[in-house]
């Protein structure tokens, strides 16, 4: 019991901590440059919306005023079975402008739009985004000149997320900006296995579709791989996102997000190989399937805390710290709930929310539940 307590203990350590601390040291030693210098080629944004009217036009304006040599880019704005003006709108601006493109579906969901589109795109470099995100004028130019170098087949870049005045927002941005260090560590030596579906762009001839179960963001960095293409992230390309800054929102957004992500990773179970891919199983157990798994760690630390408790001397300590954890957690729901941000209490409910959230998509995919319909 003593070993299987230290042992998970330690697991949850290297999750959170440690694995940052192994990715510092690796990428001294094995750090993978980028060739930037070429010709720009051309780009083919895919904006997929659904019922948009309100972001659409701002959104096209937005693409329109990046610095990319006009004749390079086309924006296809592909329709998830919208029902409101959206479609006649993007018609509209398509009249005015050659570069803008309409493919419409009757629905089916964001993936299966996406599969449907993207055969569609006249260029060989796809950009996907969406409606609520927003790019900086250089943005697209700095993503695509790193498929200069041909053995990148994925790229992404910096997603800021909007903050509001709360701490669930706040809380967000901390574990956004772990996540951005994390993936700019894996990028350095070749094992970045994810990217952000809103600001990613890949090569079409690697791209396959893909079950509608999946997210963009997940399963087309893994093909990538699958074909011995790298995935690289951008620190400073950015884009601007909105992430729901309420308890009911985050929980949700969390939950779908490990149920997808969840089963899209064990789809492509051979990257989990550690013989065949050293660097790369690693990375994804250590990023993404361990960090899911933190909550069930989380409950048999504390239940097989409770059963040491007479031990030894150490146990007690043990048991008092997570108590007190768990305390500050709930004092920080109470200040969320009230509208007041308790610095230290409110990053503990933050941690512990998103948990509860890696929990319930955990569970979700045990059950065999899945996720197809689009949601902004």
């Given at each position: 019991?003593?070993?299987?307590?230290?042992?998970?203990?330690?697991?949850?350590?290297?999750?959170?901590?440690?694995?940052?601390?192994?990715?510092?040291?690796?990428?001294?030693?094995?750090?993978?440059?980028?060739?930037?210098?070429?010709?720009?080629?051309?780009?083919?944004?895919?904006?997929?919306?659904?019922?948009?009217?309100?972001?659409?036009?701002?959104?096209?304006?937005?693409?329109?005023?990046?610095?990319?040599?006009?004749?390079?880019?086309?924006?296809?704005?592909?329709?998830?079975?919208?029902?409101?003006?959206?479609?006649?709108?993007?018609?509209?601006?398509?009249?005015?402008?050659?570069?803008?493109?309409?493919?419409?579906?009757?629905?089916?969901?964001?993936?299966?739009?996406?599969?449907?589109?993207?055969?569609?795109?006249?260029?060989?470099?796809?950009?996907?985004?969406?409606?609520?995100?927003?790019?900086?004028?250089?943005?697209?130019?700095?993503?695509?000149?790193?498929?200069?170098?041909?053995?990148?087949?994925?790229v992404t870049g910096r997603c800021l997320?909007?903050?509001?005045?709360?701490?669930?927002?706040?809380?967000?941005?901390?574990?956004?900006?772990?996540?951005?260090?994390?993936?700019?560590?894996?990028?350095?030596?070749?094992?970045?296995?994810?990217?952000?579906?809103?600001?990613?762009?890949?090569?079409?001839?690697?791209?396959?579709?893909?079950?509608?179960?999946?997210?963009?963001?997940?399963?087309?960095?893994?093909?990538?791989?699958?074909?011995?293409?790298?995935?690289?992230?951008?620190?400073?390309?950015?884009?601007?996102?909105?992430?729901?800054?309420?308890?009911?929102?985050?929980?949700?957004?969390?939950t779908r997000m490990t149920l997808r992500?969840?089963?899209?990773?064990?789809?492509?179970?051979?990257?989990?190989?550690?013989?065949?891919?050293?660097?790369?199983?690693?990375?994804?157990?250590?990023?993404?399937?361990?960090?899911?798994?933190?909550?069930?760690?989380?409950?048999?630390?504390?239940?097989?805390?409770?059963?040491?408790?007479?031990?030894?001397?150490?146990?007690?300590?043990?048991?008092?710290?997570?108590?007190?954890?768990?305390?500050?957690?709930?004092?920080?729901?109470?200040?969320?709930?009230?509208?007041?941000?308790?610095?230290?209490?409110?990053?503990?409910?933050?941690?512990?929310?998103?948990?509860?959230?890696?929990?319930?998509?955990?569970?979700?995919?045990?059950?065999?539940?899945?996720?197809?319909?689009?949601?902004?």
């Open positions: 019991m003593r070993y299987l307590f230290w042992l998970q203990v330690l697991i949850v350590v290297h999750v959170w901590v440690g694995y940052i601390i192994l990715l510092k040291i690796l990428s001294i030693f094995l750090k993978r440059e980028v060739n930037l210098e070429g010709p720009l080629p051309g780009v083919t944004v895919l904006l997929t919306v659904h019922n948009e009217e309100k972001l659409v036009e701002s959104r096209i304006k937005n693409l329109l005023d990046s610095q990319y040599p006009r004749e390079l880019l086309e924006i296809l704005v592909a329709s998830d079975g919208s029902t409101d003006a959206t479609d006649h709108l993007v018609s509209s601006l398509s009249l005015t402008d050659h570069r803008i493109k309409l493919f419409a579906t009757q629905g089916g969901g964001k993936s299966f739009t996406q599969n449907q589109a993207i055969p569609r795109a006249h260029n060989e470099i796809v950009l996907l985004t969406d409606g609520s995100t927003t790019f900086e004028p250089h943005a697209i130019k700095g993503l695509v000149r790193h498929f200069n170098d041909e053995s990148v087949g994925c997320l909007r903050e509001k005045d709360n701490s669930i927002s706040a809380s967000h941005s901390i574990y956004w900006k772990a996540e951005m260090l994390i993936r700019r560590l894996e990028s350095s030596i070749g094992t970045l296995h994810t990217a952000s579906g809103q600001f990613m762009a890949f090569r079409k001839s690697l791209f396959r579709p893909f079950s509608c179960k999946y997210g963009d963001d997940c399963i087309i960095p893994l093909d990538i791989l699958l074909q011995y293409f790298r995935v690289v992230h951008e620190d400073k390309l950015l884009a601007y996102e909105e992430f729901p800054s309420t308890i009911k929102g985050e929980l949700k957004a969390r992500n969840l089963t899209c990773t064990l789809s492509k179970y051979p990257l989990l190989n550690p013989i065949k891919y050293p660097l790369i199983s690693l990375s994804i157990f250590s990023h993404k399937l361990l960090r899911w798994l933190t909550p069930f760690f989380l409950l048999a630390i504390f239940i097989s805390n409770l059963l040491l408790v007479g031990e030894s001397s150490i146990y007690p300590l043990t048991l008092w710290a997570q108590l007190i954890f768990y305390a500050l957690g709930l004092i920080g729901l109470i200040g969320e709930q009230r509208g007041h941000r308790l610095p230290l209490a409110s990053l503990v409910f933050s941690f512990l929310l998103a948990n509860l959230g890696f929990f319930l998509g955990v569970i979700n995919a045990i059950i065999g539940k899945e996720i197809t319909s689009y949601e902004t």
